[in-house]
């Protein structure tokens, strides 16, 4: 069965405290894995979407990367207002997704 | 350019009722999907609807049933609520079916009692 687990389910950063969140998944056929954050009250919003192993996505202090059975995601001197739960997810080659339970991040001043 | 809408933006039902949620999709986008998000949980996919029929469905019951519009536009019913039901439903939308990047709007918080 397809599945997608994300750790830590919580981080608490100091302001310029880099670290990474991890996503690992099981699936029949990958046709993407995809970050989103999700405030709260919100709908996840989209942030990478990586194909094949090997491949990097940057944006900002974010920087996703993927291999045959994680992806990370790298948080670089973060800021407070990079808050947030992050949502990984994977699509198979049958189009369906299947998102992780995500990790809240706070990052303290 | 309009995001996802998705109305009302907060419900409360009680048990046994039924309830229609309503989405319109992004500007330009085609296809419709529904997730439920419980409390500290990922979204689990409902359906996917294109050209107005559903193309694809999760693992959820038939109590849950959709409807795709000529405008794109969708709505997401569910029948015999259960208190189970509670939950944020998001509606994400996307360009052809097979698309991956989705577009979520903000939610419905459905309140069950």
């Known amino acids: 069965e397809d599945q997608v687990t994300q750790s830590p389910e919580a981080l608490r950063l100091q302001e310029g405290e880099s670290s990474s969140l991890n996503c690992s998944y099981t699936v029949s056929g990958l046709r993407g894995l995809f970050w989103y954050r999700q405030d709260p009250g919100k709908g996840p919003e989209f942030l990478f979407t990586l194909y094949s192993a090997g491949e990097e996505k940057e944006k900002e202090r974010l920087k996703a990367t993927l291999t045959k059975k994680e992806s990370f995601l790298h948080i670089t001197a973060p800021k407070p207002e990079d808050s947030a739960t992050y949502l990984c997810?994977?699509?198979?080659?049958?189009?369906?997704?299947?998102f992780g339970t995500g990790t809240s991040l706070t990052v303290i001043p | 350019d309009a995001g996802v809408t998705q109305s009302p933006t907060h419900l409360i039902k009680t048990r046994g009722q039924q309830v229609t949620l309503r989405c319109s999709p992004k500007s330009g986008h085609d296809t419709v999907s529904w997730y439920q998000q419980a409390l500290g949980q990922g979204p689990q996919f409902i359906f996917q609807?294109?050209?107005?029929?559903?193309?694809q469905r999760g693992n959820f019951p038939d109590r849950f049933s959709g409807h795709q519009f000529p405008n794109y536009s969708s709505e997401l019913n569910v029948n015999a609520l259960l208190l189970g039901d509670s939950a944020l439903y998001l509606c994400?939308?996307?360009?052809?079916?097979?698309?991956?990047?989705?577009?979520f709007g903000s939610g419905t918080q459905l309140s069950v009692l």
């Open positions: 609807y294109y050209e107005e029929e559903e193309r």
């Open positions: 997810a994977v699509q198979n080659t049958g189009n369906q997704f299947y």
């Open positions: 994400a939308s996307s360009f052809g079916a097979t698309n991956e990047k989705l577009f």
